[in-house]
T-cell receptor, first 113, second 114 residues
Framework: SAVISQKPSRDICQRGTSLTIQCQVD?????MFWYRQQPGQSLTLIAT?????????ESGFVIDKFPISRPNLTFSTLTVSNMSPEDSSIYLC??????????FGSGTRLTVV | QKEVEQDPGPLSVPEGAIVSLNCTYS??????FMWYRQYSRKGPELLMY????GNKEDGRFTAQVDKSSKYISLFIRDSQPSDSATYLC??????????????FGSGTQLTVLP
C-alpha cells in the first residue's frame, strides 16, 4: 500500500489567514482526495485532485475557499483560505491503490482562533 | 436517510470479549467495503478491505459482507485495551471517477476495559 506524508501535523492560525497543507505519496497515483473531519464527526470529502486538471469539488465546497494544486502524480496541496473558527477540523489526504483500498495520511489538525 | 448507517456507540466491553461492529447501507452499487480504525488525533488506518460479499479474516479481525441484506460487520476476537478507538466503515462503487468515492459511516467509539 502507499505511504502518505502529510504536513503540517497541526497548526493554530489566526482568523482571516490561509494555511497550505501538503501531501506527499511514495508512489504515483492518479487520484488524490482531500477530506475534512470536524470534531466528533466522520469524514467528509472536500474534493478530488487529478494531475493535469482542475480539482472536482463536492457540494458545499468551493475552489476560492479550498484551492488545490496537483503538480505531479505524487504530490498535492490543499489551502484553507480566509479561515474562520468554523474551519477548525482535521484535514486528511487520501489515495486509492488497486487491491489495497484507500490509504489516509495522518492528518492536519487545524485550530483557528 | 443516510447512505451508510453506523451505530455511533459508545461501546464498552471487557478485555477478551468479542466485539461486533455493524453498518447498513442503501446503495446497491457499493462493491468495495472497508473498515478503518482511528485513534484519537490520528488519521484513519485501514484494517480490512473486501470486495463484494463474503468473509475475510486477518488475525483477530473478521469482516463480513452480506450484499443481499446490505449489511457489513467487523468482528474483533480477544479484544485488547489497545483496540480502543473509533471504527469507521466505508464503501465505494466500481468504475472510475465519482463511483469510486468513499462513503463513510459515522463511526463507532469502542473502549476495551482492562
Amino acid at each position: 500500500s502507499a505511504v502518505i506524508s502529510q504536513k503540517p501535523s497541526r497548526d493554530i492560525c489566526q482568523r482571516g489567514t490561509s494555511l497550505t497543507i501538503q501531501c506527499q505519496v511514495d508512489s504515483q497515483v492518479t487520484m488524490m482526495f482531500w477530506y475534512r473531519q470536524q470534531p466528533g464527526q466522520s469524514l467528509t470529502l472536500i474534493a478530488t485532485a487529478n494531475q493535469g486538471s482542475e480539482a472536482t469539488y463536492e457540494s458545499g465546497f468551493v475552489i476560492d475557499k479550498f484551492p488545490i494544486s496537483r503538480p505531479n502524480l505524487t504530490f498535492s496541496t490543499l489551502t484553507v483560505s480566509n479561515m474562520s473558527p468554523e474551519d477548525s477540523s482535521i484535514y486528511l489526504c487520501s489515495v486509492v491503490m488497486p487491491n489495497y483500498g484507500y490509504t489516509f495520511g495522518s492528518g492536519t489538525r487545524l485550530t483557528v482562533v | 436517510q443516510k447512505e451508510v448507517e453506523q451505530d455511533p456507540g459508545p461501546l464498552s466491553v471487557p478485555e477478551g470479549a468479542i466485539v461486533s461492529l455493524n453498518c447498513t447501507y442503501s446503495n446497491s452499487a457499493f462493491q468495495y467495503f472497508m473498515w478503518y480504525r482511528q485513534y484519537s488525533r490520528k488519521g484513519p488506518e485501514l484494517l480490512m478491505y473486501t470486495y463484494s460479499s463474503g468473509n475475510k479474516e486477518d488475525g483477530r479481525f473478521t469482516a463480513q459482507v452480506d450484499k443481499s441484506s446490505k449489511y457489513i460487520s467487523l468482528f474483533i476476537r480477544d479484544s485488547q485495551p489497545s483496540d480502543s478507538a473509533t471504527y469507521l466503515c466505508a464503501m465505494s462503487g466500481e468504475g472510475a471517477g465519482s463511483a469510486r468515492q468513499l462513503t463513510f459511516g459515522s463511526g463507532t467509539q469502542l473502549t476495551v476495559l482492562p
